[in-house]
């Protein structure tokens, strides 16, 4: 026997479709409430063994992600290019008017060139790892130490060497930097291979290329290569202390740039292509004065900021600025005026990256940072 359908009446279809519907909300409501009920429960039992896991891996793959990320914005750039082409007539692949203009603003001046413009040299770029270099006719320890700006030492207790006798076609490990490359074993930490190899420990963790399992606290994984600038091979340490010390006084007079030490300390570190800045070492809780006459720019309090914890930007008027960092406390505000010598910006601590009580010093002109010493002096 043929079912029959339900009947529907004429006169109210529209009363009938908005019972269907509510039948359908509270259906869907409540599958929908079970649903997120059961992924709550495993999101639960599983985010703590995600969390842990993300923060022992996040210095380890810090590297991994900044490279998918930069892909991902040139992949972005490349797909954008043609829509920013048609928009923005600037950037449009008919360039014969940017052209004339360049033309017409160099005007009859030509370039010349030498004869060795298609000479290869070593690339000065910084380098994040240890590279192999053949020995070619004519190098010695000290030339290929001089080229890739490192000390002939290094090159020495890089390759194991005991002394400086090479020959054509051997190949040499040359570190990035001055110093030791260190493999990491169980239960050492910064401070236990910087002392090992002579150093500061502040050294090892300012190096960019320098991976943490954890950077605020600087754990280590064993096996990890580390490089330790400056650096020097146990067996070769000279009976005296190689480090010299280098005291400064400050506040106390200002330079003919009109500059002044911020504190009275030791330089534990000195500039460098990753290190563009001054370390002064000092007790915690040293004042520390402004270097220059200025105003007050930024104030970042309670905060990792990169690393440089609490700090405070300087504007010094004609495109320069002077920037203080590690701070334990902060005395002033935006806007502030301060007094070369005289006013006291906050106190020597450790917040940030730090392993040590010190204030970390640097000076932009223009936007880019440059070496600090030449305007203290």
Known sequence: ???????????????????????????????????????????????????????????????????????????????????????????????????????????????????????????????????????QKGDTLSTIAKKYGISTETVRWANNLTNDDIAIGDELSIPPVTGIIHKVVSGETVYTIAKKYDTDPQKIVEFPFNDFANPETFSLVAGQSLVVPDGVKPSERPLTPRRQVYLVQGPVSISNAGFTWPVSGGISQFASWYHMALDITAPFGTPITAAQDGKVAVVSLGTWDGGYGNNVWVDNGNGTATHYAHMSSVYLKPGDGVQAGKTVIGAVGMTGRTTGAHVHFEIRQNGVLVNPLPFLQ
């Open 1 to 135: 026997m043929r079912k029959k359908l339900p009947i529907i009446p004429i006169q109210k279809p529209f009363v009938w479709f908005l019972k269907e519907f509510a039948s359908f909300i509270v259906y869907f409501a409540s599958y929908s409430k079970k649903r997120i009920m059961v992924l709550s429960a495993l999101f639960e039992r599983s985010k703590n063994k995600l969390v842990r896991f993300f923060l022992m891996k996040r210095g380890r793959y810090n590297r991994p992600f900044l490279h998918l990320t930069t892909m991902a914005v040139l992949g972005l750039g490349v797909l954008l290019a043609p829509v920013i082409a048609e928009t923005f007539p600037l950037f449009a692949s008919d360039t014969s008017d940017l052209r004339n203009l360049a033309n017409a603003q160099v005007g009859e001046q030509s370039i010349s060139v030498g004869d060795d413009v298609f000479a290869t040299e070593t690339s000065e770029k910084p380098r994040d790892k240890t590279v192999v270099y053949a020995v």
